[in-house]
């Protein structure tokens, strides 16, 4: 078995011999994985011992406080952060201090357990942090190894299809069973959830995709004239079926020319998740306005929608690779976390720049700039 560290920075003995009783026997497994994950606890009553232990141990994941005797435990984060070692932290925090731990979560934190917590609670969110943790590793070998480890990390991924797969077929059981009636009506939450799930496996699938493409070598003989109004219209197609179960309208402006020199898959992967996104994190019966205009140079495509926003503290992050905002809007939306992080890619390829305004329960709005002549793709 492979084994975690874990250290836990807590001036409460409670907490972290109770942090040490519930992974005493705990251990993580993933069918793509060979070996489960178990995990050997170190604790810590103060920042100050928790940096010594992270200097000789260099722990996997760190359960930090906030409020410690001497320095406190934002300021530990920052230490972790500025010498930017691996290690997944997440912030030990009472309800009544979330804005402390929103703002760890923006310095660097990917996660806050509330206190008290329950053993089930604290086994859940190691759990995914642990998963985050494989999947950070993987993506830095992507960069290193070529392709043999992108596909392995295809196959990391795609294991997330199974838990829906899973459903779908519980679902399809018991209907075939009438477990729950003979009428068609007596299976409507069923139904609803089953497209909801397929929903989910298609996106996951295209991110993944998308993702090993935009890694893969890249070849001039790709790139054509591409209009982006084409684009555009044929993506609205593709997610129109999900706009509809939201009420949401599409509204496309062409200004000016919108053709330009690019790869057609390149340009469809920036206007599927844009406007995937705009829909999923849109209000019942908003709407999305598609604007596209352009200079003597470059081309312009503006996506807004009338949707929940992004808050200040969460834009930051907004590009990164598997980052999701979370909060009670956004509980029950489904994502891999990678579309926008695909889109910046995409975009950087080309020497673009993309540029987002929000404003929390109006909207956002993502602005790219993307030349028109053909360039030597990066």
């Given at each position: 078995m492979a084994v975690l560290k874990v250290l836990v920075v807590d001036d409460e003995p409670g907490i972290r011999s109770g942090v040490s009783r519930i992974l005493s026997d705990f251990h993580v497994t993933y069918p793509f994985m060979d070996e489960d994950y178990t995990f050997e606890v170190l604790e810590a009553p103060t920042g100050e011992e928790g940096i010594t232990i992270i200097e000789q141990n260099r722990p996997d994941i760190l359960l930090l406080d906030n409020k410690l005797p001497g320095i406190q435990g934002v300021e530990v984060l920052d230490y972790v952060r500025e010498r930017k070692y691996d290690i997944v932290v997440a912030m030990i925090t009472s309800y009544a201090s979330l804005d402390v731990a929103v703002r760890a979560t923006r310095d660097g934190a990917t996660d806050f357990i509330p206190k008290p917590f329950t053993p089930q609670e604290?086994?859940?969110?190691?759990?995914?942090?642990?998963?985050?943790?494989?999947?950070?590793?993987?993506?830095?070998?992507?960069?290193?190894?070529?392709?043999?480890?992108?596909?392995?990390?295809?196959?990391?991924?795609?294991?997330?299809?199974?838990?829906?797969?899973?459903?779908?077929?519980?679902?399809?059981?018991?209907?075939?069973?009438?477990?729950?009636?003979?009428?068609?009506?007596?299976?409507?939450?069923?139904?609803?959830?089953?497209?909801?799930?397929?929903?989910?496996?298609?996106?996951?699938?295209?991110?993944?995709?998308?993702?090993?493409?935009?890694?893969?070598?890249?070849?001039?003989?790709?790139?054509?004239?591409?209009?982006?109004?084409?684009?555009?219209?044929?993506?609205?197609?593709?997610?129109?079926?999900?706009?509809?179960?939201?009420?949401?309208?599409?509204?496309?402006?062409?200004?000016?020319?919108?053709?330009?020199?690019?790869?057609?898959?390149?340009?469809?992967?920036?206007?599927?998740?844009?406007?995937?996104?705009?829909?999923?994190?849109?209000?019942?019966?908003?709407?999305?306005?598609?604007?596209?205009?352009?200079?003597?140079?470059?081309?312009?495509?503006?996506?807004?929608?009338?949707?929940?926003?992004?808050?200040?503290?969460?834009?930051?992050n907004l590009f990164t690779e598997f980052a999701r905002i979370k909060n009670e809007k956004t509980r029950n939306i489904s994502g891999s976390g990678l579309g926008l992080s695909i889109v910046r890619k995409v975009i950087e390829l080309y020497h673009g720049t993309i540029k987002v305004d929000s404003k929390p329960d109006v909207g956002t709005s993502f602005t790219v700039r993307l030349p028109k002549k053909q360039i030597i793709l990066t």
């Open positions: 604290l086994k859940s969110s190691i759990e995914n942090i642990t998963k985050q943790q494989y999947l950070k590793r993987i993506t830095h070998r992507l960069n290193q190894e070529g392709k043999k480890i992108r596909y392995q990390f295809l196959s990391v991924l795609s294991h997330e299809l199974k838990a829906p797969l899973n459903a779908l077929e519980g679902y399809l059981r018991m209907m075939q069973d009438k477990q729950a009636g003979e009428r068609i009506d007596d299976y409507a939450s069923q139904i609803d959830r089953s497209l909801q799930r397929i929903q989910g496996m298609r996106n996951l699938i295209m991110d993944l995709l998308d993702f090993t493409k935009i890694r893969l070598e890249r070849r001039d003989e790709k790139v054509v004239e591409v209009d982006l109004a084409a684009v555009a219209s044929g993506a609205i197609a593709t997610v129109r079926p999900y706009a509809i179960q939201m009420e949401v309208a599409f509204n496309l402006d062409v200004r000016s020319s919108s053709v330009i020199m690019a790869d057609p898959g390149d340009m469809d992967i920036i206007f599927n998740n844009l406007l995937s996104n705009a829909v999923k994190y849109n209000r019942f019966g908003g709407k999305i306005d598609i604007k596209i205009d352009s200079t003597d140079s470059e081309a312009i495509i503006v996506v807004s929608d009338t949707g929940i926003g992004i808050s200040n503290d969460d834009m930051e």
